[in-house]
T-cell receptor, first 113, second 113 residues
């Protein structure tokens, strides 16, 4: 089975800190994604990557950046954390072949104090 | 990608079939219908997808209307473990390798003992 692993289930940080969320997948998938999930808003795409060192903005990229130095790893970076970035963050991966479904990690619940 | 509309919530008696509807009236010819579900405290899980023919797998059946403007996910014998939020999404079959996928707010299915 595909395994998408997010480094932390729960994380608490302070306003202004630089925060790194890590995601690793073990199925050699080309595509990787970062979403945030908030009550009443569903899943919103922050960034996605279709290859190493490649990235594309999603619907809400402001305040975030990403890094994909290796195929299996996709990092989400909050450059200067703010309280409105308190949320559940979900990472996903999928194969390049167009019909492949996305496989999700179990999420990181991030609280910014 | 086409927008989808789903009811906010539904109830289903345990052991009965759960029928979850989805409207996607602006779907285009090369867009597939995908279903995912998200059980509490977990990431979304892929269920099934289809283009125009009905599909069935070990988890569910997908019925797509002839005009493709709506679909229904059927869980034939709902159990308490099927209590989750169910997402219907549509996405293109091929778009140069990018797989930007937009999730809405889904349908919260409550299976009642």
């Amino acid at each position: 089975d595909v395994k998408v692993t997010q480094s932390s289930r729960y994380l608490v940080k302070r306003t202004g800190e630089k925060v790194f969320l890590e995601c690793v997948q073990d199925m050699d998938h080309e595509n990787m994604f970062w979403y945030r999930q908030d009550p009443g808003l569903g899943l919103r795409l922050i960034y996605f990557s279709y290859d190493v060192k490649m990235k594309e903005k999603g619907d809400i990229p402001e305040g975030y950046s990403v890094s994909r130095e290796k195929k299996e790893r996709f990092s989400l970076i909050l450059e200067s954390a703010s309280t409105n970035q308190t949320s559940m963050y979900l990472c996903a991966s999928s194969p390049m072949r167009s019909l492949g479904p996305q496989h999700f990690g179990d999420g990181t619940r991030l609280s910014i104090l | 990608d086409a927008k989808t509309t789903q009811p906010t919530s539904m109830d289903c008696a345990e052991g009965r079939a759960a029928n979850l509807p989805c409207n996607h009236s602006t779907i285009s010819g090369n867009e597939y219908v995908y279903w995912y579900r998200q059980i509490h405290s977990q990431g979304p899980q892929y269920i099934i997808h289809g283009l125009k023919n009905n599909e069935t797998n070990e988890m569910a059946s997908l019925i797509i209307t002839e005009d493709r403007k709506s679909s229904t996910l059927i869980l034939p014998h709902a159990t308490l473990r099927d209590t989750a939020v169910y997402y219907c999404i549509v996405r293109v079959a091929s778009n140069g390798g990018y797989q930007k996928v937009t999730f809405g707010t889904g349908t919260k299915l409550q299976v009642i003992p």
